[in-house]
T-cell receptor, first 114, second 113 residues
């Protein structure tokens, strides 16, 4: 899985499978945890976020899970499609700053095979 | 709405040259940010602004300057480009209080030879 500050892992799945992308974070004071998607040649795009006082949040085809005990964040994508192929970044927002500083992980490459 | 736009899309500079990257947003956002993205790495914050006329340093500000004379524009300047500044630069904006949802531009790919 991904860790804020380490190497770039990859995940390959078949179309229709579920995908799980993992991320470890380090700052216990972060108030939000966020997932971004970056397609080739484009800027990152917000997918979903979760407040630090929650452990699960669902969106359209995506679910984010937060385990504060082990400082772990995951993004689950249901029925993965070729259009989901991208680099996925987790980020944490520092609750103590006025501008909501985001610290990004280094990303996970998701490849979806038809 | 165009969202966040960046100009130019590509640029090649020689060491020592200067240039300015322009970011514009039409969402009336208070907060704007400049990031750089290097291969195999996440985004690192260069400078940010919490409102018109204000700027502040991020985590990698050396070699860059910024200005926010108008709310909708955020300029990133390189006074004397170095090969270490070869990167893809992204501008982003968000609502006040630094919302977790930042809106990113398409990026500028800069090469310094």
């Amino acid at each position: 899985g991904e860790s804020v500050g380490l190497h770039l892992p990859t995940l390959s799945v078949q179309e229709g499978d579920n995908s799980i992308i993992n991320c470890a974070y380090s700052n216990s004071a972060s108030d939000y945890f966020i997932w971004y998607k970056q397609e080739s040649g484009k800027g990152p795009q917000f997918i979903i976020d979760i407040r630090s006082n929650m452990d699960k949040r669902q969106g359209q085809r995506v679910t984010v899970l937060l385990n504060k005990t082990v400082k772990h964040l995951s993004l689950q994508i249901a029925a993965t499609q070729p259009g989901d192929s991208a680099v996925y970044f987790c980020a944490e927002r520092s609750g103590g700053t006025s501008y909501g500083k985001l610290t990004f992980g280094q990303g996970t490459i998701l490849t979806v095979h038809p | 709405n165009a969202g966040v736009t960046q100009t130019p899309k590509f640029r090649v500079l020689k060491t020592g040259q200067s240039m300015t990257l322009l970011c514009a947003q039409d969402m009336n956002h208070e907060y704007m940010y400049w990031y750089r993205q290097d291969p195999g790495m996440g985004l690192r914050l260069i400078h940010y602004s919490v409102g018109e006329g204000t700027t502040a340093k991020g985590e990698v500000p050396d070699g860059y300057n910024v200005s926010r004379l108008k709310k909708q524009n955020f300029l990133l300047g390189l006074e004397s480009a170095a090969p270490s500044q070869t990167s893809v630069y992204f501008c982003a904006s968000s609502y006040a209080r630094g919302g977790s949802e930042q809106y990113f531009g398409p990026g500028t790919r800069l090469t310094v030879t």
